[in-house]
């Protein structure tokens, strides 16, 4: 009897963890929403409920416990943050909004998940118009106590390291900041000057060797050193030239997705740090928003953005990542309701369960 019980215990958390493996927030253009989306460990997505942001919401990021940071783009006391929470059943509440000055372009957690910055725009400030602000993130909560302020007047995408460097990207030139474990960002004096204008995205690699920074035409590879010293490496040729919507990098920092506004190319690292185009490309017509599940095994595409009698409607495309540093499509499409901006996903804590049969035999 006790055997039956702990089988049919079983099967009902197997099940569970088939039905919804991991939990996707979607920005949605053009409205004040943000949208659920959860995906299966098959690679089938379901479209979940909306919920309401302080505005326009345009980036996001989650934390590993599920804590969900929104930029919203809007003027006035209004902005520019929301701030929402996953539960490991899948439930999602709004825990609040935060007002800072002016609108915000970007929310970007650090790699130790103690800090969430923001770029936002400062009002009534003569000497700076925008800047980095430091919130310290709780598990389900932020810190309402502003860390810090940065002022820097320039960029509008972050990307941070685990060692601790911040990059703050500009259309041309990319400041490399410091922060230190009290959440302080300095100048390091660092600029990279990427040698004209058009910079589109930016992505550090996971085991933090490498920065990509996407512009027409290719990738900008920079190396970081053992003394966080940044320095140019080369350039990845683009076989492909509409402007770059998105980069995705594998979780084994072995292979680099570059989204444009017709295809998702793949790039393989070499051992010398090299991208090297592999041959696989996907066309996918105005392709312009990605992102990967926090375990690295699927990726998610939205592309063919459109406008058709029942109103505004994107497609999402999943892709499977191979170890062999090739991707798969698992031509599981379907259909949202709107444009979609940013998304990201939170993994779901999957039921471990662990028996004796022996026991019970």
């Given at each position: ?65 599920g804590l969900v940071l929104v930029a919203n ?289």
């Amino acid at each position: 009897m006790i055997k039956i019980i702990l089988i049919i215990f079983y099967v009902i958390f197997y099940t569970q963890s088939l039905i919804s493996q991991y939990v996707g927030i979607v920005c949605l253009g053009e409205s004040t929403y943000i949208q659920k989306i959860e995906l299966d460990n098959n690679g089938n997505i379901t479209i979940g409920s909306l919920y309401t942001a302080i505005a326009w919401p345009i980036r996001l990021e989650i934390t590993n416990n599920g804590l969900v940071l929104v930029a919203n783009y809007s003027y006035g006391p209004t902005g520019p943050l929301s701030v929402f929470k996953i539960f490991n059943n899948g439930d999602i509440i709004k825990v609040r909004d935060y007002s800072l000055d002016g609108f915000g372009h970007e929310a970007k957690i650090t790699k130790d998940n103690k800090y969430c910055l923001i770029i936002h725009s400062v009002e009534n400030n003569p000497l700076h118009v925008a800047g980095i602000t430091i919130l310290e993130l709780m598990n389900d909560d932020i810190n309402p106590y502003i860390r810090q302020f940065y002022p820097y007047g320039q960029g509008y995408e972050l990307a941070t390291s685990g060692t601790g460097l911040v990059f703050d990207m500009g259309t041309r030139y990319i400041k490399i900041l410091q922060m230190d474990s009290d959440g302080v960002l300095t100048d390091t004096g660092q600029l990279l000057d990427t040698g004209d204008t058009g910079n589109q995205e930016l992505e550090v690699s996971p085991d933090n060797k490498y920065v990509y920074v996407a512009k027409i035409g290719g990738l900008l590879i920079y190396e970081i050193d053992e003394n966080n010293n940044v320095t140019y490496k080369g350039r990845a040729q683009s076989s492909y030239y509409p402007d770059p919507t998105d980069i995705i990098v594998s979780k084994d920092s072995k292979t680099v997705l570059l989204l444009n506004l017709g295809s998702l190319e793949v790039y393989n690292v070499q051992e010398n740090g090299d991208l090297i185009f592999n041959g696989q490309k996907f066309l996918l017509p105005l392709a312009q928003s990605a992102t990967i599940t926090p375990d690295g095994k699927f990726v998610v595409v939205a592309y063919d953005y459109r406008l058709e009698q029942e109103g505004l409607l994107s497609t999402l495309a999943v892709f499977r990542m191979n170890f062999d540093g090739t991707v798969t499509n698992l031509n599981k499409d379907v259909t949202l309701d709107n444009l979609p901006g940013e998304m990201k996903f939170y993994q779901l804590p999957t039921p471990s369960v662990d028996i004796d049969w022996k026991l019970y035999e």
